[in-house]
T-cell receptor, first 110, second 117 residues
Framework: DAKTTQPTSMDCAEGRAANLPCNHS???????VYWYRQIHSQGPQYIIH???NNETNEMASLIITEDRKSSTLILPHATLRDTAVYYC???????????FGIGTKLQVIP | GAVVSQHPSRVICKSGTSVKIECRSL??????MFWYRQFPKQSLMLMAT?????????EQGVEKDKFLINHASLTLSTLTVTSAHPEDSSFYIC?????????????FGEGSWLTVV
């Protein structure tokens, strides 16, 4: 799997958009970008994934740059319940073994 | 709703005893599941790959005789911590992959807190 780089921590005001960046400059053409989050004392929760097009679901939006070397996860209206560690992972779709980095600790502030 | 379920969510056991943690894939079959452990304020560390109908594959440094993995069916993998010691106290998490229109997505269980006293 290609390596990813994320900021260690970020703060976001409640109700504002949270933009979490991820660099994956060595991503291969067949690798997807996946985002997960882990709320304290729970297993990681799948958020969204994409290959090259921007994606949106009920939880978040994923913006992937045209060269695919970086991406941004957007939580449009952050709530206190979005406080968690967010992991950006790149992997080939059929490859199930996942290595986790440190992730970004997002703190949503009232 | 949950795609992968673990049980128990919390367990306390005495030193020297064994404890079993179950991981189930809900509404889909998983020939491969993965087991992770996580210490406080650290990231998830992959322990082993559970293969249905065959032996598990362990990551370097993980004792296979201490962490027994059984994947007896396509929806169930179990992790048994044998002769548990306080240093085995940790958060154990499993994962399984489910296919979809845009490839396979990995889902994680809720996690199981093990405390060895």
């Amino acid at each position: 799997d290609a390596k990813t780089t994320q900021p260690t921590s970020m703060d976001c005001a409640e109700g504002r958009a949270a933009n979490l960046p991820c660099n994956h400059s060595t991503i291969s053409g067949n690798e997807y970008v996946y985002w997960y989050r882990q709320i304290h004392s729970q297993g990681p929760q799948y958020i969204i994934h994409g290959l090259k097009n921007n994606e949106t679901n009920e939880m978040a939006s994923l913006i992937i740059t045209e060269d695919r070397k970086s991406s941004t996860l957007i939580l449009p209206h952050a709530t206190l319940r979005d406080t968690a560690v967010y992991y950006c992972i790149v992997r080939v779709s059929g490859y199930q073994k996942v290595t986790f980095g440190i992730g970004t600790k997002l703190q949503v502030i009232p | 709703g949950a795609v992968v379920s673990q049980h128990p969510s919390r367990v306390i056991c005495k030193s020297g005893t064994s404890v079993k943690i179950e991981c189930r894939s809900l509404d889909f079959q998983a020939t491969t599941m993965f087991w992770y452990r996580q210490f406080p304020k650290q990231s998830l560390m992959l322990m082993a790959t559970s293969n249905e109908g065959s032996k598990a594959t362990y990551e370097q440094g993980v004792e296979k005789d201490k962490f027994l993995i059984n994947h007896a069916s396509l929806t169930l993998s179990t992790l048994t911590v044998t002769s548990a010691h306080p240093e085995d106290s940790s958060f154990y998490i499993c994962s399984a992959s489910r296919g979809g229109e845009s490839g396979n997505t990995i889902y994680f269980g809720e996690g199981s807190w093990l405390t060895v006293v």
